[in-house]
């Protein structure tokens, strides 16, 4: 009689072992089943777009003529805001130097949908992928006096136009609701 009662001692402590077990395999097959069904890696392409401008210019015996900017962009590219600040300084052809002449500064008429905000000349309108702006200078006459002549350097800068802010917070301008640019 005495091995009886050990056996029905053994047979609840066999059961709970059991249904232990059978119970982490099931929680481990579920585990092993979810992970399973986990979606293919997505590869999430990122490129970003280019912003690129050229200065238009020509210039022949002392005239500088025809200074716009061109969106060098692909058809992808956005449309970008042009700016630029003209650099002026004498030179001396013989010495092959800067002059120490006073600063000039170059007259001219702006063209069409050009506004002068400080030190820049932006061009108001946003500047698709592969157009120009208007000509900032049709024409402009450089001299020469004492041995040096005068040099206007064009230099341009460009940012994308949408979003405005982009513009607006990093040139510190105004953007109207057609998306020109104006003073602040």
């Known amino acids: 009689m005495g091995m009886k009662r050990n056996r029905r001692k053994k047979f609840p402590v066999l059961v709970i072992v059991l249904?232990?077990?059978?119970?982490?395999?099931?929680?481990m097959g579920t585990t092993w089943a979810l992970a399973s069904l986990k979606t293919a890696k997505v590869e999430?392409?990122?490129?970003?777009?280019q912003v690129s401008i050229v200065?238009?210019?020509t210039f022949s015996?002392?005239?500088k003529e025809n200074v716009s900017v061109t969106n060098t962009g692909s058809k992808n590219d956005p449309a970008v805001y042009v700016r630029v600040k003209l650099l002026t300084y004498w030179y001396e052809q013989d010495s092959d130097h800067i002059a120490a002449k006073s600063a000039w500064t170059p007259s001219?008429?702006?063209?069409?949908?050009w506004?002068?905000?400080g030190d820049y000349y932006y061009y108001q309108k946003p500047v698709k992928a592969t157009e120009s702006t208007s000509n900032l200078?049709?024409?402009?006459?450089?001299?020469?006096e004492d041995g040096a002549r005068q040099v206007l350097e064009v230099v341009a800068e460009a940012i994308q136009s949408n979003p405005a802010t982009a513009a607006i917070e990093s040139w510190n301008i105004a953007v109207?609701?057609?998306?020109y640019i104006t003073t602040p």
């Open 108 to 113: 001219f008429t702006t063209g069409a949908d």
């Open 176 to 179: 109207d609701a057609n998306g």
């Open 44 to 49: 999430n392409s990122f490129a970003p777009a």
């Open 19 to 27: 249904a232990a077990v059978l119970l982490l395999s099931v929680g």
């Open 115 to 117: 506004i002068k905000i």
């Open 137 to 144: 200078i049709s024409s402009i006459t450089l001299i020469e």
């Open 61 to 63: 015996n002392g005239i």
């Open 55 to 57: 200065v238009n210019e």
